[in-house]
């Protein structure tokens, strides 16, 4: 599916690491592995903000026969940790696995942090990138990296969730702001393993919901011919206060058996309440996770959910809606390490389309202008 509007509008070479919150802090050379999945909303000033995932990584981190990766320390600021290469799996870009540990453990090429990037009303061009309002480490809880911004707009206040890695727990972390530039830090929400919270911009019976996805490594099945296939899937949760949050009973969007490229899925855009195909209710765009080589392809779908129960979904679609462009990162091509991935993170209404921001090939910022006729169920 093409776009009237479809563009990359930051990309690597936009950031200037001299201003980063590592800058100064390190031995060794440092560059963008990617600046991606951005969280988005609409300033008071009628601009749009991105708040983006700046993946920072060494150039060279392999040495003294050890891969190293980069962690916040407490007392030393930012720090090199080592590992043993005949312990290490660098086949991934993104990670490395250290074997003969019992489970599955990793540690990150990159250390991330949040840079708020501010667009013109329709998206389409920078106004200002600032350095000084940026999001870095702040604690054991993310000494690894704060990644993935969602921002929502509920009443007068701004909620942002992320994603905190450290050896402790990998969780979601609160922010909130009056203006989305200066956050105030709320703590750990969701615990270890549970991440891609999207909190609905508005409430539902006077409470606050969001989508959550947690992870792990066993699922049980489904019957014989459920249409549903078990795995990573989108579930809901509910809070008095945005801070403590409740499971919700019901099932939220889970993969179906009968489409492989959904294999495994998780939420994207912060629920809206909008009209699709003549229907009121709360949109979601959320990623479907094909399994191929090591990464999978990533492609983004909708679906609109009930206004009063969003665990039943009133309409959706089973094609993808978007996808890699190709197109967009060949002036790139020489700073790809992923290819096929489209994450999408963001999303704002107009009168008659949406600007939805993504992260494209976990390197760029995307934005596309979708018409509202582009969303027909099947």
Known sequence: MTFPEDRLVLTPEDIDLSRSPVAGKLEHETYVLGAFNPG??????????????????????????????????AERDYVLDGWPLDLADTADPRKFLLRGRGWKIMALTSLSWLLPVELTPDGLERVAIHYDKALAPAGNWQCYGVEDARISRVG????????????????????TSADAFDWTFEGIVLDHQNKDMLIFEGLIGGNYWAQTRPLGDLYFAYPPGSPYHAGPS?????????????????????????????????????PIFTEIAGRRGWLTLWHGVEPHEIVGIYRT??????????????????????????????????????????????????????????????????????????????
Request: aromatic content about 8%.
């Open 40 to 73: 988005m909303t609409r300033l008071p000033n009628d601009n749009l903000l991105l708040m983006v995932r700046v993946a920072e990584a060494l150039k060279t981190p392999i040495f003294d026969g050890r891969v190293h990766a980069i962690r916040w320390d």
């Open 156 to 175: 007068d206040k701004f909620l942002m969730t992320t994603c905190s890695v450290s050896p402790e727990r990998h969780s979601t972390t609160l922010y």
């Open 234 to 270: 989108i579930n809901l949760a509910t809070s008095p206060d945005a801070r403590h949050w409740q499971p919700n009973l019901h099932p939220g969007i889970r993969p179906h058996a009968a489409t492989p490229a959904t294999a495994r899925i998780g939420g994207g855009t912060p």
């Open 301 to 378: 779908y909708w679906s609109l959910l009930d206004a009063e129960e969003p665990w039943k979904v009133l309409v959706t679609s089973h094609p993808p809606f978007i996808e890699a462009n190709p197109d967009l990162t060949r002036p790139l091509e020489d700073k790809m390490y992923v290819h096929d991935v489209v994450f999408t993170t963001g999303i704002v209404e107009e009168d008659d389309h949406f600007i939805v921001a993504s992260g494209e090939a976990d390197l760029a910022c995307r934005i596309t202008h979708i018409p509202k006729d582009a969303f027909v169920p099947s």
